[in-house]
Protein backbone atom coordinates (compact mmCIF):
# COMPACT_ATOMS: atom_id res chain seq x y z
CA UNK A 1 0.00 0.00 0.00
CA UNK A 2 2.98 2.20 0.88
CA UNK A 3 4.76 1.56 -2.13
CA UNK A 4 1.43 2.69 -4.17
CA UNK A 5 1.32 5.94 -2.50
CA UNK A 6 4.13 6.86 -3.30
CA UNK A 7 3.95 5.87 -7.09
CA UNK A 8 0.91 7.88 -6.71
CA UNK A 9 2.91 11.09 -4.96
CA UNK A 10 5.54 10.61 -7.86
CA UNK A 11 3.10 10.91 -10.53
CA UNK A 12 1.00 13.60 -8.96
CA UNK A 13 4.74 15.45 -8.57
CA UNK A 14 6.00 15.01 -11.46
CA UNK A 15 1.90 16.11 -13.30
CA UNK A 16 2.37 19.44 -11.27
CA UNK A 17 6.05 19.72 -12.40
CA UNK A 18 4.87 19.63 -16.33
CA UNK A 19 2.15 21.38 -16.06
CA UNK A 20 4.43 24.37 -14.86
CA UNK A 21 6.56 23.93 -17.51
CA UNK A 22 3.82 23.57 -19.96
CA UNK A 23 3.32 27.30 -19.84
CA UNK A 24 1.89 28.53 -23.30
CA UNK A 25 5.00 29.04 -25.20
CA UNK A 26 4.19 32.03 -26.91
CA UNK A 27 4.04 33.80 -23.38
CA UNK A 28 6.81 32.71 -22.17
CA UNK A 29 9.07 33.61 -25.54
CA UNK A 30 7.34 36.63 -25.70
CA UNK A 31 7.01 38.32 -22.23
CA UNK A 32 10.70 36.64 -21.32
CA UNK A 33 12.29 40.02 -19.86
CA UNK A 34 15.51 39.39 -20.89
CA UNK A 35 14.22 38.51 -24.38
CA UNK A 36 12.79 41.51 -25.66
CA UNK A 37 12.92 45.13 -24.05
CA UNK A 38 9.21 46.30 -23.87
CA UNK A 39 6.08 44.29 -23.90
CA UNK A 40 3.93 42.56 -26.35
CA UNK A 41 0.05 41.58 -24.87
CA UNK A 42 0.09 37.91 -26.90
CA UNK A 43 -3.74 37.03 -27.00
CA UNK A 44 -3.89 33.04 -26.32
CA UNK A 45 -7.10 32.76 -28.45
CA UNK A 46 -5.26 32.96 -31.56
CA UNK A 47 -2.81 31.61 -33.22
CA UNK A 48 0.89 33.58 -32.51
CA UNK A 49 2.43 34.00 -36.03
CA UNK A 50 6.58 35.29 -35.55
CA UNK A 51 7.96 36.59 -38.70
CA UNK A 52 11.81 36.76 -38.25
CA UNK A 53 12.63 39.10 -40.47
CA UNK A 54 16.05 40.55 -42.19
CA UNK A 55 15.24 44.56 -42.43
CA UNK A 56 18.23 44.60 -45.50
CA UNK A 57 16.44 42.53 -47.30
CA UNK A 58 13.16 44.02 -46.59
CA UNK A 59 14.69 47.03 -47.57
CA UNK A 60 15.75 45.43 -51.23
CA UNK A 61 12.55 44.49 -51.60
CA UNK A 62 12.96 40.57 -50.89
CA UNK A 63 10.88 40.71 -47.18
CA UNK A 64 7.55 39.56 -46.71
CA UNK A 65 5.37 41.62 -45.82
CA UNK A 66 3.57 41.98 -48.87
CA UNK A 67 3.00 37.87 -48.64
CA UNK A 68 1.82 38.23 -44.62
CA UNK A 69 -0.69 40.99 -45.69
CA UNK A 70 -1.93 38.66 -48.54
CA UNK A 71 -2.44 35.83 -46.27
CA UNK A 72 -6.22 33.84 -46.17
CA UNK A 73 -8.15 36.37 -44.30
CA UNK A 74 -10.03 33.50 -42.61
CA UNK A 75 -6.16 32.77 -41.15
CA UNK A 76 -5.52 36.99 -40.61
CA UNK A 77 -8.69 36.69 -38.51
CA UNK A 78 -7.70 33.87 -36.21
CA UNK A 79 -3.60 34.90 -35.76
CA UNK A 80 -1.75 37.55 -34.02
CA UNK A 81 1.64 38.90 -36.23
CA UNK A 82 4.57 39.54 -34.34
CA UNK A 83 7.77 40.77 -36.24
CA UNK A 84 11.27 40.18 -34.76
CA UNK A 85 14.62 41.20 -36.22
CA UNK A 86 17.57 39.44 -34.74
CA UNK A 87 19.94 41.31 -32.87
CA UNK A 88 22.68 40.97 -35.94
CA UNK A 89 24.36 44.05 -37.13
CA UNK A 90 21.06 45.85 -36.25
CA UNK A 91 20.76 48.93 -33.95
CA UNK A 92 17.30 50.26 -32.73
CA UNK A 93 17.50 53.03 -34.28
CA UNK A 94 17.87 51.71 -37.36
CA UNK A 95 14.76 49.24 -36.48
CA UNK A 96 12.59 52.91 -35.59
CA UNK A 97 13.72 54.21 -39.23
CA UNK A 98 12.81 50.63 -40.46
CA UNK A 99 9.33 51.06 -39.32
CA UNK A 100 8.61 54.22 -41.20
CA UNK A 101 9.11 52.17 -44.18
CA UNK A 102 7.01 49.78 -42.93
CA UNK A 103 4.30 51.09 -40.27
CA UNK A 104 2.34 48.17 -40.62
CA UNK A 105 5.42 45.84 -39.47
CA UNK A 106 4.06 46.22 -35.77
CA UNK A 107 4.56 45.08 -33.03
CA UNK A 108 8.46 44.64 -33.91
CA UNK A 109 11.11 43.72 -31.69
CA UNK A 110 14.77 43.58 -31.63
CA UNK A 111 15.42 40.09 -30.70
CA UNK A 112 18.46 40.55 -28.37
CA UNK A 113 21.24 38.29 -28.27
CA UNK A 114 18.75 36.18 -30.98
CA UNK A 115 17.66 34.19 -28.13
CA UNK A 116 14.11 33.70 -29.40
CA UNK A 117 15.76 32.68 -33.04
CA UNK A 118 17.99 30.69 -31.28
CA UNK A 119 15.13 28.72 -29.98
CA UNK A 120 13.47 28.11 -32.22
CA UNK A 121 16.42 26.78 -34.34
CA UNK A 122 15.94 29.95 -37.01
CA UNK A 123 19.33 30.52 -39.09
CA UNK A 124 17.43 32.05 -42.04
CA UNK A 125 15.05 35.32 -42.61
CA UNK A 126 12.44 35.83 -43.40
CA UNK A 127 11.07 32.83 -41.49
CA UNK A 128 7.74 32.01 -39.99
CA UNK A 129 6.96 30.12 -36.85
CA UNK A 130 3.18 29.24 -35.99
CA UNK A 131 1.88 28.80 -32.46
CA UNK A 132 -1.11 27.96 -30.66
CA UNK A 133 -1.56 26.26 -27.04
CA UNK A 134 1.31 25.38 -26.18
CA UNK A 135 2.40 23.79 -29.76
CA UNK A 136 4.12 24.81 -32.89
CA UNK A 137 1.95 24.43 -35.66
CA UNK A 138 3.98 24.93 -38.60
CA UNK A 139 7.82 26.84 -39.53
CA UNK A 140 9.23 27.74 -42.91
CA UNK A 141 10.50 29.98 -45.30
CA UNK A 142 7.95 31.58 -47.17
CA UNK A 143 7.44 28.60 -49.95
CA UNK A 144 6.83 25.95 -47.16
CA UNK A 145 3.93 29.00 -45.64
CA UNK A 146 2.02 29.52 -48.62
CA UNK A 147 1.86 25.78 -49.00
CA UNK A 148 0.92 25.36 -45.49
CA UNK A 149 -1.93 27.50 -45.95
CA UNK A 150 -2.95 25.82 -49.63
CA UNK A 151 -3.28 22.71 -47.45
CA UNK A 152 -5.09 24.63 -44.14
CA UNK A 153 -7.44 26.76 -45.98
CA UNK A 154 -8.28 25.14 -49.31
CA UNK A 155 -11.71 27.04 -49.55
CA UNK A 156 -9.74 30.52 -50.02
CA UNK A 157 -8.46 29.94 -53.30
CA UNK A 158 -7.85 33.55 -54.58
CA UNK A 159 -6.02 34.37 -51.42
CA UNK A 160 -3.25 31.20 -52.23
CA UNK A 161 -3.22 32.10 -55.67
CA UNK A 162 -2.18 35.45 -55.26
CA UNK A 163 0.69 34.20 -52.76
CA UNK A 164 1.43 31.53 -55.67
CA UNK A 165 2.25 35.14 -57.91
CA UNK A 166 4.05 36.84 -55.17
CA UNK A 167 6.34 33.81 -54.86
CA UNK A 168 6.69 33.81 -58.75
CA UNK A 169 7.10 37.83 -58.99
CA UNK A 170 8.61 39.54 -55.78
CA UNK A 171 7.32 42.98 -55.18
CA UNK A 172 9.65 46.07 -55.77
CA UNK A 173 6.98 48.82 -54.03
CA UNK A 174 9.97 48.93 -51.14
CA UNK A 175 12.57 50.08 -53.71
CA UNK A 176 10.62 52.59 -55.09
CA UNK A 177 9.76 53.75 -52.39
CA UNK A 178 13.31 54.80 -50.89
CA UNK A 179 14.71 55.24 -53.64
CA UNK A 180 13.81 58.75 -53.21
CA UNK A 181 15.73 59.48 -50.39
CA UNK A 182 19.25 57.01 -51.70
CA UNK A 183 21.35 56.89 -54.58
CA UNK A 184 18.97 54.24 -56.94
CA UNK A 185 23.02 52.52 -57.97
CA UNK A 186 22.93 51.63 -54.30
CA UNK A 187 19.68 49.21 -55.04
CA UNK A 188 20.79 47.78 -58.30
CA UNK A 189 22.08 44.37 -58.27
CA UNK A 190 25.31 44.49 -59.61
CA UNK A 191 25.63 42.23 -62.50
CA UNK A 192 28.35 40.77 -64.98
CA UNK A 193 28.90 43.77 -67.36
CA UNK A 194 28.78 46.49 -64.30
CA UNK A 195 31.15 48.19 -62.28
CA UNK A 196 32.00 46.04 -59.08
CA UNK A 197 31.44 47.44 -56.07
CA UNK A 198 34.54 49.09 -54.39
CA UNK A 199 35.26 48.02 -50.89
CA UNK A 200 38.38 48.89 -48.39
CA UNK A 201 38.72 47.15 -45.15
CA UNK A 202 41.15 44.85 -42.79
CA UNK A 203 41.51 41.07 -43.39
CA UNK A 204 41.12 38.88 -41.17
CA UNK A 205 44.89 38.51 -41.67
CA UNK A 206 45.36 42.23 -40.34
CA UNK A 207 46.43 43.75 -44.23
CA UNK A 208 44.44 46.72 -45.35
CA UNK A 209 42.78 45.27 -48.65
CA UNK A 210 41.01 47.52 -51.52
CA UNK A 211 39.20 46.20 -54.53
CA UNK A 212 41.65 48.49 -56.22
CA UNK A 213 44.97 47.51 -54.63
CA UNK A 214 43.81 43.78 -55.23
CA UNK A 215 43.42 44.38 -59.16
CA UNK A 216 46.42 45.85 -59.84
CA UNK A 217 47.57 42.17 -59.41
CA UNK A 218 45.21 40.70 -61.65
CA UNK A 219 46.05 39.75 -65.23
CA UNK A 220 44.34 40.04 -68.33
CA UNK A 221 43.03 36.99 -68.82
CA UNK A 222 42.94 35.63 -65.01
CA UNK A 223 39.98 37.87 -63.18
CA UNK A 224 39.88 38.37 -59.50
CA UNK A 225 37.18 35.83 -58.02
CA UNK A 226 35.64 36.82 -55.18
CA UNK A 227 34.21 33.72 -53.00
CA UNK A 228 31.23 34.71 -50.55
CA UNK A 229 30.86 32.61 -47.75
CA UNK A 230 29.36 31.58 -44.74
CA UNK A 231 31.06 30.10 -41.57
CA UNK A 232 27.72 28.36 -40.31
CA UNK A 233 28.52 25.76 -42.58
CA UNK A 234 27.85 22.62 -42.29
CA UNK A 235 24.01 23.71 -41.94
CA UNK A 236 20.74 22.16 -43.03
CA UNK A 237 20.32 25.70 -45.04
CA UNK A 238 23.24 25.46 -46.63
CA UNK A 239 23.52 22.08 -48.33
CA UNK A 240 26.32 20.59 -50.00
CA UNK A 241 28.70 23.10 -48.64
CA UNK A 242 31.36 21.26 -47.41
CA UNK A 243 31.46 19.68 -50.92
CA UNK A 244 31.89 23.23 -52.55
CA UNK A 245 34.52 24.28 -49.75
CA UNK A 246 36.61 21.60 -50.27
CA UNK A 247 36.18 22.29 -54.50
CA UNK A 248 36.95 25.75 -53.82
CA UNK A 249 40.63 24.75 -52.16
CA UNK A 250 41.16 22.04 -55.42
CA UNK A 251 40.53 25.60 -57.69
CA UNK A 252 42.69 27.37 -55.45
CA UNK A 253 45.64 24.59 -55.37
CA UNK A 254 45.51 24.49 -59.25
CA UNK A 255 45.02 28.32 -60.26
CA UNK A 256 47.77 29.87 -58.14
CA UNK A 257 48.36 32.30 -60.82
CA UNK A 258 44.61 33.61 -60.29
CA UNK A 259 43.85 36.20 -57.71
CA UNK A 260 41.19 35.26 -55.00
CA UNK A 261 39.44 36.64 -52.22
CA UNK A 262 36.98 35.39 -49.37
CA UNK A 263 34.39 37.57 -47.70
CA UNK A 264 32.65 35.71 -44.89
CA UNK A 265 29.42 36.50 -43.97
CA UNK A 266 29.26 38.06 -40.16
CA UNK A 267 25.12 36.98 -39.68
CA UNK A 268 25.05 35.09 -36.77
CA UNK A 269 28.64 35.11 -35.96
CA UNK A 270 31.65 36.79 -34.65
CA UNK A 271 34.69 36.76 -35.92
CA UNK A 272 36.29 33.93 -33.64
CA UNK A 273 33.81 31.78 -35.10
CA UNK A 274 34.92 32.83 -38.82
CA UNK A 275 38.46 32.12 -37.89
CA UNK A 276 37.49 28.42 -36.72
CA UNK A 277 35.21 28.17 -40.23
CA UNK A 278 38.69 28.93 -41.44
CA UNK A 279 40.73 26.62 -40.02
CA UNK A 280 38.15 23.50 -40.16
CA UNK A 281 38.09 24.49 -43.75
CA UNK A 282 41.74 24.84 -44.22
CA UNK A 283 41.46 27.70 -46.58
CA UNK A 284 43.64 28.92 -48.25
CA UNK A 285 42.58 32.71 -49.65
CA UNK A 286 42.95 35.72 -47.76
CA UNK A 287 40.05 36.71 -45.60
CA UNK A 288 37.57 39.54 -44.81
CA UNK A 289 34.96 39.23 -42.20
CA UNK A 290 32.52 41.59 -43.79
CA UNK A 291 31.66 44.03 -40.56
CA UNK A 292 27.63 44.65 -40.84
CA UNK A 293 27.87 42.34 -43.99
CA UNK A 294 28.71 45.77 -46.16
CA UNK A 295 30.11 44.48 -48.89
CA UNK A 296 27.90 40.69 -49.23
CA UNK A 297 25.05 43.94 -49.86
CA UNK A 298 26.88 45.88 -51.83
CA UNK A 299 27.30 42.71 -54.23
CA UNK A 300 23.50 41.93 -53.22
CA UNK A 301 24.46 38.55 -52.09
CA UNK A 302 22.06 36.32 -50.55
CA UNK A 303 23.28 32.33 -51.22
CA UNK A 304 26.48 31.19 -50.31
CA UNK A 305 28.95 29.91 -51.35
CA UNK A 306 28.58 32.64 -54.10
CA UNK A 307 31.01 33.52 -56.79
CA UNK A 308 31.53 37.17 -58.26
CA UNK A 309 34.42 36.97 -60.92
CA UNK A 310 36.07 40.37 -61.84
CA UNK A 311 38.63 41.34 -64.55
CA UNK A 312 41.51 43.89 -64.55
CA UNK A 313 39.22 46.91 -65.58
CA UNK A 314 36.92 46.14 -62.64
CA UNK A 315 34.17 44.90 -64.71
CA UNK A 316 31.63 41.59 -63.37
CA UNK A 317 32.42 38.97 -65.52
CA UNK A 318 30.42 36.63 -64.18
CA UNK A 319 28.25 35.76 -60.47
CA UNK A 320 27.18 32.43 -59.66
CA UNK A 321 26.90 29.93 -56.80
CA UNK A 322 28.87 27.38 -59.03
CA UNK A 323 32.57 27.60 -58.10
CA UNK A 324 34.63 27.30 -61.11
Not at 52 to 73: C, M, T
Not at 163 to 188: Q, R
Not at 212 to 228: E, H, Q
Amino acid sequence: MRNILNLIAIISFSSFLFSTQAATLAEEIINFPEMIEKHVVVDKSKITHLVFIDLWRSYGGQGDENLVAKLPHSFLGDSQQIWLQPEINVTQAQLSEFQKYFPKVTPLILDRGSKISQKFTVWQSPYHVLLKNNKQLFSGDKKALVRFMANKYPQDKLAVSELNKLLDAPSLTVVKKIAKKTNKDELKKPMPGDNAPHFSTLSMQGELITLLKTLKNVGIDKPLSIIFMDSLCPMPHYPGCQKKFAQLNELVKNNSDRQWLGIISSFYVNEDSARQFSKRFALKVPLIFDQGNAIFKAYDIYATPYQVDVNSDGIITTRTDQMH
